[in-house]
């Protein structure tokens, strides 16, 4: 017993394949083709890639971070001195004092 419509299946899943293969080189073909177009663009008028993106790269790695000013202290234990600007983890000064009954707004500066 024959499978109903096997052999037109099979043509086409194989018709498919091919035709992916062709848009995959095409697709290569064409990138290749304009990023030799813009290559010598960028030679014929003296650019570069931060010319082309409007990013400087020069003097700093690109994964770099940018360094944060000051941030000014929101809390402060008087009676120590201790200070916290309320970024990151809760200092143990202030933890213990809130376990110990105290409320965050005593603290404030």
């Known amino acids: ?28 073909d064409a990138r290749a083709m304009n990023i030799a177009k813009a290559r010598a663009l960028m030679a014929e008028f003296g650019l570069t890639a931060a010319d082309i993106t409007g990013k400087s790269t020069a003097g700093r790695a ?3 971070v940018k360094p944060r000013g000051k941030v000014a202290i929101k809390y402060r234990n008087r009676a120590t001195g201790d200070s916290w600007a309320g970024r990151g983890k809760q200092p143990r000064w202030l933890t213990a004092a809130l376990a110990s009954g105290a409320k965050l707004a005593d603290f404030a500066v």
């Open 1 to 28: 017993m024959k499978a109903f419509g096997m052999p037109k299946i099979k043509a086409l899943i194989d018709a498919r394949a091919e035709l992916e293969k062709r848009i995959y080189e095409m697709q290569r």
């Open 62 to 64: 690109s994964t770099a």
